[in-house]
């Protein structure tokens, strides 16, 4: 009988449990027939197969303290923090720019992404089958994984450079599919194929407004349009940027910016895409995103990882209000009471990862932000400026500038306004997992690390390195990135 894959195996299971001849060597007993596909067959069914790829997003390697290493320790905007004699297994060599490829924080988000990207093959093969589900929501739900697997594959390019691209479920008995999962395609090929996947996503999803309440974590017609800006922004097609950008409508920015970081803000008239801090069986958050950035210490609730370092904090204009919205500092009251007392360890938190509530020992409520509708503003705002319609760009960075209780920008150039917008976007956005790679694709990462006394090595931290075990594993197919 012909098998059908929906298991919840992942490249990571296929690469990396034993030796490189066993990657495709798959239990059929994890895959069910196409007699039992009838289990799945109706509505509630097909979305079981989509929820699968939005619930990868709260485990601790894909959305956690990995990531926050890769995207925040080893910026300018943070530092280590914790504890001195506590590396956090890898943080220190991070933060000091000092890592290689067989540290754990690349090899898991690496893992973890395709591992969601598994789980998106598997919904957008098994869809189409779903004869007896509504047309019209197996067509949205395919939209839906090919915007997740397009974020995925946007995470893995910009923090790996060229990666596999595998577009389908690979066949166990197939050179073909072995070469596929086993071989790095160029970043031009990666962003390709976001592209399209996004470009699928905008006609096949809703505006946000059509989706019931019930249903509002779930990714929408604005949400990939932002995201093919952003992924145009990444390699300078400034005119799609602008184009993209001008399709999210529906969308504002909130009076008050540091509520949007609160269980009040959640999915607010600025949110575009959220990770949710709740999720399926049991009910949980994403896992200890808020513990390992919480203070730590006599009266701390946290690890104390990821800690704002001063670079960022002298960032701040005064009267920014911003700063006390993104940063806890010690010996303050938080906006739910809490004392940090002055026993805490560090003299700063993340005050975004912040929850109030726990809902066990690991887990929070606490969203992250993956796009906002200020972003979509700076986006543009850079685009026009590169396009040489500096003085349409101008207006956008003083919505965002005005609603921080800061005055109209004095930038008047070309020139000035590209270093405002750059600087907007940090203090903007900082601790929403954007400041490493800005530094790199904006070309400030070497002077910006080089006043914190570490060295940016070009031709090398532009990328991460490809974990030491793929590359083991792939038997020479692919290599290294340079100079690791």
Known sequence: MKKIYISLFSLSVFLFAGCANDFLDVDQNESISTDDIELFNNNEGAKSFVTAIYSKFLDYDMSSFQWIGLTSIASDDADKGSSPGDTGSDKDLLDALTFNSSIPSVRDVFNANYVGINRANQALNILPKLTKADEGLRNRLIGEAKYLRAMMYFTLVKTFGGV???DRL????????KLMLLTRKSATEVYAFIENDLKDAIAALPDR???????????????????????SLYQQKWQNVVDHCNAVTG????????????IEGENDAESIYEIQGVGEIPAKGIQQYSQVQGARGAGGWGWGFNTPSQSLIDAYEPGDVRKEGTIIFRGT?????????NTVENAAYNLKAYSSK????????????????????LMKAEALNELGQTSAAIPLLNQIRN???????????????KQAIWKERRVELAFEHDRYFDLVRTGQAESAFAKQGKTFVKGKHEVFPIPFDFIRQSGGI?????NY
Request: aromatic residues 8%.
């Open 209 to 231: 407004s059509a989706y019931p309440s019930s249903e509002k974590a779930r990714a929408s017609k604005g949400a990939a349009h932002a995201l093919l800006a952003k992924v």
């Open 478 to 482: 692919t290599t290294q990135n340079p």
């Open 164 to 166: 596999p691209i595998v």
């Open 170 to 177: 690979p066949n166990p008995s197939s050179e073909e599919d």
């Open 251 to 262: 969308y504002s920015l909130s009076p008050d910016y540091a509520k949007m970081f609160r």
């Open 403 to 417: 609603r921080a209780g800061l005055a109209n920008t004095t930038a008047l150039s070309q020139s000035e306004v």
């Open 358 to 377: 726990f809902t066990d020992a690991d887990h929070s409520d606490t969203n992250i932000k993956y796009m906002r509708y200020a972003e979509v503003l």
């Open 333 to 341: 009251t938080l906006y739910d009471g809490r004392v940090v007392p």
